[in-house]
């Protein structure tokens, strides 16, 4: 059935693509552009264009074209004919240029606008037939049972600060669920990327007097809500609930803030509450829509004894004036960085580039993958110094070459484990001193694909520890290479659907094992409970144990995993946000007794929507850490940003207390430098390797 409805929708729209409809739905008119470069300032590159939308074979996949209609063209090397995918990403928008009304889109760093000669109707007509292909791309269904509304969110109003224009397609509210409503006044402030920590300008009013609506798009299943900020006669926003808004609540101003991205760059807005009622109200809805939306099951599935947790973590809500929240320069890590086109030797340059960090810890040794090849540097003094250059990396049994996906020093620093794509049953031993893998652990009967590594406590790599233990998305192995069969213990979980699979692993000072899933829960098991996990033999066939206590997730997958020495701090890492979790309650543990209702608050470790904005509107985190000893500060990373916590200040609830340090380039990886160390973090760029010192991180 939906196949059919698939290709039915499919046949209209090519019929109203290919001109058998009458609508007018190929304006003619000037397409400009504008690169990052040039600061906002717009190129005509077609003087005359016709704007088309164009089927594919795919049912789901339509393409925006605009074929040049002149023989002059621009000099921005743009071919007579452009094509965009119609997708979400496209960041659809309508523009008022003046009296001229059009639309605008962005593709690969660039902002184009398209003005129709005549703004008559067939602009809107084209416009809605641009959305219901985004729509089906989007959904991956056809338009043609949405609402007006649901198709028009995928184009959002675009236009100057401390202006609004009117939008001509207005959502149809009649008949459709609204779940909230409430008065108040709308501010926007508009960001670039950001350059130097330059935050956004500061907020201009839009409309002083509107009202903000929660819509239920939810159909056959599949949970949708859309957020609408509108008057009687316009749409200031129209945008779908989800984690990518960034979205806070601040109660002290009575206000939710967020941020959408389109050809305009990063837009941050702020809604404010005419009265706390209003505000809560709301508040409480839009918690519960987004959870839904997320998890895609109703809010009343979920257990009540969870819901208090789960609230806290999805709000992000500051309730206190927040501190100052310093944006340092990138000059002063100049000085203590090794360029690949520079002082990297040629040994270690290539094609390639930077992919994984490991830092040693019974070492001042740091080891960074690079394709095939690994180069070691050195911490010591402060200073960052290459080393040398461990060459082709490869199998023992076939010395094929490959590069490694993880790459976890053990046994005193003096191995690498690491862990090859092309075959993930295995984890290959390297030799640091010959540098060369000299051992394969197969996994049992070959048939468990491991994705992570973890040791066996939190400091066994600081030790002659020779067990490691393998994650793989339905269970653990525990792995030997002192004994012949190489696997020695582990448990399957024999789970089958998608949420609840391991996403990531880790182990305290006790060897208490931390799991993540995907759907963001984090399971505590006790390290006794490790012990009696079945043999080698029956890995495949066990059942699933239980986790002493477990902290529900609210559908962002747990990318990584880290815990204290003490095992009383978990810090788990999300695509958007870091999550601090106490394993303890007034008496007791979690890995020794479950918490049940007496979990601690969680700490919600979020960048500032102002700071989301200066960053260009998406947010990444890759792993965050805690330093090595003592901790005492967190260090994580999201495009082009490193960012720190002090970790006693986390502990105590003030959580929007960091630091930013902007690169050039994108952070692949970061971490403390060695052991005993929170003051220098080592920073590997995509073609360099940096030391930081975490002095040029505060305020002078």
Request: hydrophobic share 35%; net charge negative; aromatic share 10%.
């Amino acid at each position: 059935r939906r196949h059919i409805m698939l290709s039915s929708f499919f046949s209209s729209v090519t019929q109203f693509i290919r001109g058998d409809s009458q609508k007018p739905v190929a304006p003619s008119g000037k397409l400009f552009v504008a690169q990052q470069s040039s600061k906002g300032t717009w190129t005509c590159v077609y003087e005359s264009c016709c704007a088309k939308v164009t089927a594919t074979d795919d049912p789901l996949t339509s393409f925006l074209e605009f074929i040049n209609q002149c023989d002059v063209v621009d000099a921005c090397n743009v071919p007579g004919l452009s094509r965009f995918l119609l997708s979400k990403s496209l960041g659809l928008a309508r523009v008022h240029v003046n009296s001229d009304r059009g639309f605008s889109f962005s593709h690969n760093g660039a902002s184009f606008r398209f003005l129709p000669f005549d703004a008559d109707d067939s602009v809107e007509d084209f416009i809605l037939l641009c959305c219901q292909c985004i729509y089906t791309h989007t959904y991956g269904r056809s338009s043609s049972g949405a609402s007006s509304s649901e198709i028009a969110a995928f184009c959002s109003q675009s236009f100057q600060p401390g202006t609004h224009a009117t939008r001509t397609m207005l959502p149809d509210m009649e008949g459709k669920s609204v779940i909230a409503f409430a008065n108040g006044a709308l501010y926007c402030a508009v960001a670039g990327c950001a350059s130097d920590g330059e935050l956004p300008p500061r907020f201009e009013i839009i409309d002083s007097d509107c009202v903000i609506a929660i819509t239920d798009a939810t159909k056959a299943d599949v949970y949708a809500y859309f957020i609408y900020v509108c008057t009687d006669s316009d749409i200031h926003v129209g945008v779908e609930v989800n984690d990518d808004l960034n979205a806070r609540t601040l109660t002290p101003q009575r206000a939710i803030t967020w941020v959408t991205s389109g050809s305009d760059g990063a837009l941050l807005w702020s809604f404010r509450f005419c009265d706390v009622d209003a505000f809560d109200s709301f508040k409480e809805v839009f918690l519960r829509s987004l959870f839904e939306q997320k998890m895609q099951q109703s809010w009343q599935n979920t257990k009540n004894d969870d819901r208090g947790w789960l609230t806290q973590v999805l709000a992000a809500d500051e309730t206190e004036d927040p501190p100052e929240v310093d944006v340092s320069p990138d000059e002063p890590f100049e000085d203590d960085s090794l360029g690949a086109d520079e002082s990297l030797p040629s040994s270690f340059r290539s094609s390639d580039l930077n992919s994984l960090l490991a830092v040693g810890q019974f070492s001042d040794r740091t080891y960074v993958v690079r394709g095939n090849k690994m180069g070691v540097f050195g911490t010591g003094d402060g200073e960052l110094s290459y080393r040398a250059t461990i060459q082709g990396i490869s199998t023992l049994s076939s010395r094929e070459l490959f590069s490694p996906t993880k790459a976890l020093l053990h046994k005193c620093d003096t191995n690498m484990l690491l862990l090859n794509p092309e075959d993930s049953t295995k984890v290959f031993k390297m030799d640091l001193e010959r540098g060369k893998v000299v051992e394969e652990w197969q996994t049992p009967a070959g048939q468990m694909r491991l994705f992570d590594l973890v040791p066996e406590t939190k400091e066994a790599q600081r030790t002659d520890s020779s067990t490691v233990i393998g994650l793989n998305n339905c269970g653990f192995v525990f792995l030997d290479g002192r004994t012949p069969e190489k696997v020695v213990r582990g448990r399957n979980f024999q789970y089958t659907g998608d949420r609840l699979r391991f996403r990531a692993g880790a182990t305290t000072g006790d060897g208490h094992f931390v799991l993540g899933t995907a759907s963001g829960d984090i399971r505590l098991f006790n390290a006794s409970s490790l012990v009696a996990c079945p043999s080698a033999q029956s890995i495949l066939e066990s059942s699933k144990p239980r986790a002493r206590t477990n902290f529900p997730g609210c559908g962002d997958p747990i990318r990584y995993l880290e815990a204290t020495l003490d095992g009383d701090w978990i810090l788990a890492t999300c695509k958007t946000y870091l999550l601090v979790v106490s394993t303890r309650n007034e008496n007791n543990s979690g890995f020794s007794k479950s918490l049940g209702q007496e979990k601690s608050s969680p700490r919600i470790l979020r960048l500032k929507p102002e700071h989301v904005a200066s960053l260009g509107g998406s947010i990444r985190f890759e792993q965050a850490h805690f330093n090595m000893g003592i901790e005492s500060s967190i260090v994580a990373s999201t495009g082009r940003a490193v960012v720190t916590w002090n970790f006693d200040k986390v502990k105590k609830g003030i959580c929007d207390s960091y630091v930013i340090k902007m690169y050039r380039d994108e952070v692949v990886a970061n971490n403390f430098a060695r052991y005993g160390c929170a003051n220098e973090i080592v920073v590997a760029l995509p073609n360099d390797v940096k030391l930081a010192k975490k002095y040029s991180f505060e305020n002078k």
